[in-house]
């Protein structure tokens, strides 16, 4: 079977995704934040990427040269979201194209129960030789083996990429597939820790930047056994802790909290807001409130240029007592780094570590 959309030529991954996303879309006109959304969810190792626009502009370049969309006029006020590099295109259209003559389709299956809430939902050729394949894999495989979505991609159709593709089709997103009955799932990113065993129970520090994580665990390796915490340290590395935090199940032993810390200013908030969020039903995001306490008790304070969002939202994450030193703090266009609490500052009060 052909994995790409049936009106495409070969593309990459990224456009692949954004071309399915296009062609669901119910208007012609289809915004770029509809567009990144599905990208992010599609492939979250865009999280955390440098490269992540200019992957997104390339990819939306692949799809108007395959005449899958048109762009904005080049020149066009509101056409184009110009605020970074590369432009991106505030919107595309759907460049809509009539049925080839005489074609055909693949022959519809007689689906088995669990298959059928899908089968009601496609409408397209491309979806019911999804399902033919699904069903026919299935029929010839009844013990599943719970494995990754790339090994499962590769076994069902010989590319390890094609299912993640694939599943950000509408089949997917609309719940009647998923990735569950085909008895695989995504695997999260590596998330870098370090275990310094101490007293229990065991507690998860989350560092949002490297220079945090590395102080911290040199400052806790410091301490004698009997008096540090059983601590694993984290590094969150920005928006990737979003996408990454699935490791923590596979920590040993296993945390009964997870605390987090990074800048204080408007992209590290929301960052903490977005990773609180993502991790709901497991075990909740916790603020490091020692370490936020000190960054803003000690804290240089810089000009902040991270963000220009509003975040009232993510300030709720905060305990109630913090929430209006960090309005304060933000309301005056400042910043605090969490470098604030470095190794000098961890190693001289060790209470920052003992207190989590």
């Given at each position: 079977?052909?994995?790409?959309?049936?009106?495409?030529?070969?593309?990459?991954?990224?456009?692949?995704?954004?071309?399915?996303?296009?062609?669901?879309?119910?208007?012609?006109?289809?915004?770029?934040?509809?567009?990144?959304?599905?990208?992010?969810?599609?492939?979250?190792?865009?999280?955390?990427?440098?490269?992540?626009?200019?992957?997104?502009?390339?990819?939306?370049?692949?799809?108007?040269?395959?005449?899958?969309?048109?762009l904005p006029a080049?020149?066009?006020?509101?056409?184009?979201?110009?605020?970074?590099?590369?432009?991106?295109?505030?919107?595309?259209?759907?460049?809509?194209?009539?049925?080839?003559?005489?074609?055909?389709?693949?022959?519809?299956?007689?689906?088995?129960?669990?298959?059928?809430?899908?089968?009601?939902?496609?409408?397209?050729?491309?979806?019911?030789?999804?399902?033919?394949?699904?069903?026919?894999?299935?029929?010839?495989?009844?013990?599943?083996?719970?494995?990754?979505?790339?090994?499962?991609?590769?076994?069902?159709?010989?590319?390890?990429?094609?299912?993640?593709?694939?599943?950000?089709?509408?089949?997917?997103?609309?719940?009647?597939?998923?990735?569950?009955?085909?008895?695989?799932?995504?695997?999260?990113?590596?998330?870098?820790?370090?275990?310094?065993?101490?007293?229990?129970?065991?507690?998860?520090?989350?560092?949002?930047?490297?220079?945090?994580?590395?102080?911290?665990?040199?400052?806790?390796?410091?301490?004698?056994?009997?008096?540090?915490?059983?601590?694993?340290?984290?590094?969150?590395?920005?928006?990737?802790?979003?996408?990454?935090?699935?490791?923590?199940?596979?920590?040993?032993?296993?945390p009964v909290r997870?605390?987090?810390?990074?800048?204080?200013?408007?992209?590290?908030?929301?960052?903490?807001?977005?990773?609180?969020?993502?991790?709901?039903?497991?075990?909740?995001?916790?603020?490091?409130?020692?370490?936020?306490?000190?960054?803003?008790?000690?804290?240089?304070?810089?000009?902040?240029?991270?963000?220009?969002?509003?975040?009232?939202?993510?300030?709720?994450?905060?305990?109630?007592?913090?929430?209006?030193?960090?309005?304060?703090?933000?309301?005056?266009?400042?910043?605090?780094?969490?470098?604030?609490?470095?190794?000098?500052?961890?190693?001289?009060?060790?209470?920052?570590?003992?207190?989590?």
């Open positions: 079977m052909n994995d790409q959309p049936p009106h495409d030529p070969v593309l990459s991954a990224l456009a692949v995704t954004l071309a399915v996303c296009v062609d669901e879309y119910g208007y012609r006109r289809v915004p770029l934040t509809v567009l990144r959304e599905r990208a992010y969810v599609v492939h979250p190792e865009l999280y955390g990427d440098l490269q992540a626009r200019a992957r997104l502009r390339d990819s939306i370049d692949e799809l108007a040269v395959a005449g899958t969309v048109q080049a020149n066009s006020k509101t056409g184009w979201d110009d605020s970074m590099s590369p432009r991106l295109p505030a919107w595309v259209s759907k460049v809509v194209r009539p049925p080839e003559s005489g074609a055909r389709g693949p022959k519809r299956k007689i689906y088995p129960d669990w298959l059928e809430p899908a089968a009601a939902v496609a409408t397209r050729d491309d979806e019911f030789e999804l399902l033919n394949r699904v069903a026919d894999w299935r029929r010839d495989h009844v013990d599943l083996l719970i494995v990754p979505i790339e090994e499962r991609s590769l076994e069902m159709f010989g590319d390890e990429k094609a299912l993640g593709r694939r599943s950000g089709s509408r089949l997917f997103t609309s719940g009647a597939l998923s990735l569950e009955m085909l008895g695989c799932h995504r695997t999260p990113l590596p998330l870098p820790s370090r275990h310094i065993p101490g007293n229990l129970p065991t507690r998860l520090l989350v560092c949002e930047n490297s220079a945090a994580y590395y102080s911290m665990i040199k400052a806790a390796q410091g301490l004698s056994p009997e008096v540090r915490p059983d601590l694993h340290v984290a590094f969150g590395g920005g928006n990737q802790f979003s996408v990454g935090h699935g490791e923590i199940a596979f920590l040993d032993p296993v997870v605390l987090y810390c990074g800048d204080l200013d408007r992209a590290g908030i929301q960052i903490a807001a977005r990773a609180a969020e993502s991790i709901a039903g497991d075990l909740p995001l916790e603020p490091a409130v020692p370490h936020y306490e000190w960054m803003l008790e000690h804290g240089i304070r810089q000009p902040d240029g991270s963000s220009q969002e509003t975040v009232d939202h993510a300030l709720a994450w905060f305990p109630v007592e913090l929430r209006p030193r960090v309005r304060e703090l933000l309301a005056t266009g400042m910043r605090i780094s969490q470098e604030t609490v470095g190794l000098r500052a961890l190693t001289q009060h060790p209470e920052l570590i003992q207190r989590m």
